[in-house]
């Protein structure tokens, strides 16, 4: 992503990468003070890839970013990326997807949060995706 044609799409597309351990901090701030002027941001509220396919538990940061900046999550289903590129499918290939976007999870409504409430909106957002996979099973 430093080099080449992907390091201007990170520059042109606004992109934060994170996944560093010393960089989230300041990730979460850039994304909450992106919500605050009233951008939408895409979060991968699963930290990472996951090796299997399967959908992982989201991180509390989605919570975080949902709670504080008062934004309601969008839960979004891909299927079939994981065959674009990944260590299960070595090399670039251009596979049939599809996305499925479900309803907005709004935060809870009151003034201060604890990480209990950022759990529970990462949660929410879990099992708002399994339930859009369930709905839209994958023909083989």
């Not at 949660?123 to 995706?129: D, I, K």
Request: proline share 9%; hydrophobic share 35%.
């Amino acid at each position: 992503f430093h080099t080449g044609p992907l390091s201007w799409m990170i520059r042109r597309g606004r992109i934060v990468l994170t996944g560093e351990g010393d960089n989230v901090t300041e990730s979460l701030q850039l994304a909450y003070q992106g919500l605050q002027r009233g951008w939408a941001i895409v979060i991968f509220p699963e930290g990472n890839c996951s090796s299997s396919g399967e959908i992982m538990n989201a991180r509390p940061g989605v919570g975080m970013l949902s709670c504080e900046a008062q934004v309601p999550v969008v839960p979004v289903l891909y299927q079939g990326s994981g065959g674009t590129y990944s260590p299960r499918n070595p090399g670039f290939h251009l596979p049939k997807m599809r996305i499925v976007v479900g309803e907005p999870i709004e935060p809870p409504g009151k003034k201060a949060f604890g990480r209990a409430d950022y759990r529970e909106v990462a949660s929410r957002w879990r099992e708002a995706v399994l339930a859009l996979e369930a709905g839209h099973p994958l023909s083989p």
